[in-house]
């Protein structure tokens, strides 16, 4: 994009001829008060001591040669231009009688108002300039990176609630069967039966799967409904852990036992949930 | 597992304070371990023995090793703490390392970041008034990017929005604080 705007403002573009109206974006001036900084440093001209007629001519040329070129000029380039000539017309015309001068003694001389206003501007760039030169984390400089978490750490903490859920209505309610049957007196496979699926699934310790594709692989809605309770279970017991790399990504899980683990003290969760409550709690 | 970056001191009952080249050896360990710029306070709390006075002496000591050549790290004091970071000179070999191309700031966001660093708190009109050209997006750009907050409302008609650093704004680009901005030797820096 840079090359070939630059090779427009020159005028010279090969292999390009006669194509009529261009619509080229200039990036090379960052608008009216940066060309004007250009052109005032390029002619060696003072900011101090501004000569209003000499800066308006050296701007009108070049908006003049950009024009040349079929440049779109942005209408702030213009504003600035018609600001430049207005400027320029109180150095040529005489000075106002004095009784009015009086009244607007208290008031700043435009040109000198624009004068300030270009040292302002030169002053921030200088700034930016200034903090461009700090040395940059990322550029300059690096922090060590939190290293990238290996099968065996937890990972829990980088999938957020939304991806989970996200998954939830795309696997579970969204894609459920096509013809939505109601069965009654028909229970689904046991907690056990789907926390077993998952972790055959993942093949021991360190396999991983996405959970879209496990949960897939069920045909029916309540059968992918528990897997999904099994992983969130198995989770918190810290025996898969759950990946998600990228907001509202796929979520990868991962094992961390054996695929034989004793399933037992998964299913005394789902037992005791439904069991009564102990006396002694009561 | 304990959230704080200090260990729970109580439950380690051998625990002996380190001294001399010992505790410079164990701030360097502690930082490096850190990662994030670790406050003069939580060093202290951490090493439980030493003073701060000790802890500062012994990472003015580090600093100073780190200077030594053939070394890639440099110890930084940025608005948040102390930090390890690679040395300058080094960015092009950890770049490599990481496929990555270095983080660059167009010259308009850097502008813009200059104003608001400089001049804060500033509404987004004073900043299109000094730049002459449109500065919404590119002010939106610094607030997703964490550099810039909002902190607070001007008292004034329409009580617009106003602008200021953040600490990660100090932290990139490795700064205690806003005093220590460049300052620019010519005069009219003064006014």
Same mark, same amino acid.
């Given at each position: ?282 | ?19 001399g080249d010992?505790l410079v050896g164990?701030i360097e360990a502690?930082l490096f ?10 060093? =202290? ?12 002496a012994a990472l003015e000591r580090l600093r100073s090793a780190c200077r030594v050549p053939g070394r890639g790290l440099r110890l ?6 102390w930090?390890l970071?690679?040395d =300058?000179?080094?960015?092009?070999? =950890? ?37 002459? =050209?449109?500065?919404?997006?590119? +002010? ?34 490795? +700064?205690?604080? +806003? ?13």
């Amino acid at each position: 994009m840079a090359e070939p705007a630059r090779a427009l403002a020159s005028g010279h573009v090969p292999g390009l001829p006669g194509l009529g109206a261009w619509t080229v974006h200039t990036d090379v001036f960052d608008g009216p008060l940066d060309l004007l900084l250009h052109l005032v440093k390029r002619d060696g001209i003072d900011l101090k001591h501004l000569p209003i007629a000499r800066v308006c001519d050296a701007y009108l040329d070049f908006l003049e040669r950009l024009r040349q070129v079929d440049l779109n000029v942005a209408s702030e380039y213009l504003v600035m231009a018609a600001t430049l000539c207005h400027l320029k017309s109180l150095d040529l015309l005489p000075r106002k009688p004095t009784a009015i001068a009086e009244t607007e003694e208290e008031e700043e001389d435009p040109r000198e108002r624009f004068a300030r206003r270009l040292e302002e501007y030169d002053l921030l760039r200088r700034r930016a300039e200034a903090l461009d030169r700090q040395p940059m984390i990322g550029r300059d400089t690096f922090v060590r990176a939190q290293g990238l978490p290996n099968a065996a750490e937890v990972l829990d903490p980088t999938v957020d609630a939304f991806g989970l859920l996200e998954i939830y209505h795309a696997i579970l309610i969204r894609a459920d069967e096509p013809d939505a049957v109601v069965r009654f007196g028909e229970s689904g496979p046991d907690f056990a039966t789907c926390a077993r699926f998952v972790l055959d699934a993942l093949g021991g310790p360190g396999g991983t799967e996405e959970l879209g594709m496990i949960l897939g692989r069920w045909q029916r809605r309540i059968e992918r409904v528990l897997t999904f309770l099994a992983v969130l279970e198995m989770a918190r017991l810290g025996w898969i852990g759950l990946d998600q790399r990228a907001h509202l990504g796929p979520v990868t899980v991962v094992a961390k036992v054996a695929s034989d683990v004793d399933l037992s003290q998964l299913t005394t969760w789902v037992e005791k949930r439904d069991a009564p409550p102990p006396e002694d709690d009561a | 597992m304990s959230d704080t970056i200090a260990p729970d001191l109580e439950e380690v009952p051998q625990w002996v304070a380190p001294t001399g080249d010992d505790l410079v050896g164990a701030i360097e360990a502690m930082l490096f371990a850190s990662g994030d710029p670790l406050p003069l306070s939580t060093l =202290v709390d951490a090493l439980a023995g030493p003073s701060e006075e000790d802890v500062r002496a012994a990472l003015e000591r580090l600093r100073s090793a780190c200077r030594v050549p053939g070394r890639g790290l440099r110890l930084e004091e940025v608005a948040t703490g102390w930090q390890l970071r690679t040395d =300058v000179r080094f960015a092009p070999a =950890v770049l490599r390392l990481r496929g990555e191309r270095p983080t660059r700031l167009s010259r308009s966001a850097l502008e813009v970041l200059a104003l608001v660093a400089y001049e804060q708190p500033v509404t987004r009109t004073q900043i299109e008034e000094v730049r002459g =050209v449109r500065s919404g997006p590119v +002010l939106k750009g610094l607030l997703d990017r964490g550099l810039v907050r909002v902190c607070g409302r001007r008292e004034e008609p329409g009580r617009p929005l106003e602008y200021g650093t953040t600490d990660l704004f100090l932290e990139t680009f490795g +700064l205690p604080g +806003l005093r220590a901005l460049p300052a620019l030797a010519e005069r009219d820096e003064l006014d």
